[in-house]
């Protein structure tokens, strides 16, 4: 069984940074390539960036470009998304997902539980 489990979200201002981590458990996954999504109140899940899994590939939403940085380290089975500069708007929960490399939930093959991520102004 496959899990994906993701941490290190809350509450920060304006302007903070946080840092997710999503950490794979149950089967080796390091072969997938990993997205992170995010979902507001009353919104579709909407792509935030994905990396292939040689890393030789990354994509990013044109709102988040330049403020978060995706990352992996293969060996602990573990992607990040640093998140710097943040906004209100960014408030929603994340989601870690992997399968195939894409922006769309449909690529994905294996999703997280989700972390709250909240941007006070």
């Known amino acids: 069984q496959v899990q994906l489990v993701e941490s290190g979200g809350g509450l920060v201002q304006a302007g903070g940074s946080l840092r997710l981590s999503c950490a794979a458990s149950?089967?080796?996954?390091?072969?997938?390539?990993k997205g992170w999504f995010r979902q507001a109140p009353g919104k579709e899940r909407e792509f935030v960036a994905a990396?292939?899994?040689?890393?030789?590939?990354?994509l990013y939403a044109d709102n988040v470009k330049g403020r978060f940085t995706i990352s992996r380290d293969n060996a602990k089975n573990t992607v990040y998304l640093q998140m710097n500069n943040l906004k209100p708007e960014d408030t929603a929960v994340y989601y870690c997902?992997?399968?195939?490399?894409?922006?769309?939930?449909?690529?994905?093959?294996?999703w997280g539980q989700g972390t709250q991520v909240t941007v006070s102004s």
């Open positions: 990396m292939s899994w040689s890393g030789g590939r990354i």
């Open positions: 149950g089967r080796t996954l390091s072969v997938y390539a």
């Open positions: 997902a992997a399968g195939n490399l894409g922006q769309t939930t449909g690529s994905y093959d294996y």
